[in-house]
Nanobody, 114 residues
Framework: QVQLVESGGGLVQAGGSLRLSCAAS????????MGWYRQAPGKQRELVAV???????NYADSVKGRFTVSRDNAKNTVYLQMNSLKPEDTAVYYC????????WGKGTLVTVSS
């Protein structure tokens, strides 16, 4: 089993920045993917950004150039630096870890006011 603990959400004005963190613990495989998804009210959960253990990243088009995903493999932690935040970025952000199966964090709320 893998446990994920997210932190860093909150309320920010449009144009501001936030940094999310997600620490994984438990049975961690060296080959994995960690990343972030989000779900806005009334919408489906969508990919924001992911980072493989091999160093590959993938971003949603809507966040390219504004968000940066990074990870510290020694700490089994993935980060999401969010800059130039927009009201449409408001959502619950979920951390996801994938090896042979998927594990999800409980989510952290990000609210961007206009």
């Amino acid at each position: 089993q893998v446990q994920l603990v997210e932190s860093g959400g909150g309320l920010v004005q449009a144009g501001g920045s936030l940094r999310l963190s997600c620490a994984a613990s438990g049975r961690i495989f060296s080959i994995n993917v960690m990343g972030w998804y989000r779900q806005a009210p009334g919408k489906q959960r969508e990919l924001v950004a992911v980072f493989t253990s091999g160093g590959t990243t993938n971003y949603a088009d809507s966040v390219k150039g504004r968000f940066t995903v990074s990870r510290d493999n020694a700490k089994n932690t993935v980060y999401l630096q969010m800059n130039s935040l927009k009201p449409e970025d408001t959502a619950v952000y979920y951390c996801k870890y994938t090896d042979y199966k998927d594990y999800w964090g409980k989510g952290t709320l990000v609210t961007v006011s206009s």
